[in-house]
């Protein structure tokens, strides 16, 4: 299904919860688990080769076991090289929040708020992939802030995809 405008886009979010209710609260908990354990196992590199002790490479190996096995229930399609984007996108997501905090803690609001509102471009278009709402098989050159050709409004994907994902999904949903 292409979509026109965001209104459409509402449209087949609200679609796909009545075809398929997603729990996206725990989804949202479960993505931010994968990008932990991204995390874990970036320290448990740089651990491993500072120290040279093997042992973190092995225990580097297990965390990565289970991040696969956790991403698994994540991933909602396997076209090209989705896996490893969806991967890419969520520690990339993940390092935009930690250097956003570190400015955070330093004073430097302004800084951090870019790197928060990049962190969340980058979660939101996971989503948006991951949930079928932006087909990657169409893609095309257009203006930068339209989210299709047919986009009046050119709010840009990030604050559309943004918006959206501020509407689906509810964290603090038990």
């Known amino acids: 299904m292409a979509i026109e405008n965001l209104k459409e886009l509402i ?11 997603l729990d996206l609260s725990k989804d949202e908990d479960l993505s931010l688990a ?7 196992e970036e320290h448990f590199f740089f651990t491993a080769v ?17 991040r696969k ?14 896996w490893c984007l969806a991967k890419h996108l969520l520690a990339a997501s993940m ?24 962190a969340y471009q980058l979660y ?11 087909s990657l098989k169409d893609v095309q050159k257009i203006d930068e802030e339209a989210l299709n050709k ?8 990030f604050q559309k995809l943004g918006d959206l994902l501020a509407k689906i999904i509810d964290c603090c949903k038990e």
């Open 34 to 40: 994968v990008m932990n354990l991204v995390s874990i």
């Open 11 to 21: 449209q087949k979010v609200n679609q796909l919860k009545k075809e398929n209710p």
């Open 69 to 82: 096995e956790l991403l698994k229930k994540l991933i909602r399609q396997e076209e090209g090289e989705w």
């Open 124 to 134: 939101s278009l996971f989503w948006g992939v991951n949930l079928g709402l932006i």
């Open 150 to 157: 047919h986009d009046l409004k050119r709010e840009g994907l």
């Open 50 to 66: 500072k120290t040279k002790k093997e042992k973190y490479f092995d225990l580097l190996n297990q965390v990565r076991h289970l």
């Open 95 to 118: 390092r935009l929040m930690e250097v956003g905090t570190k400015c955070l803690g330093e004073g430097q609001k302004e800084e951090a708020d870019q790197f928060f509102q990049k």
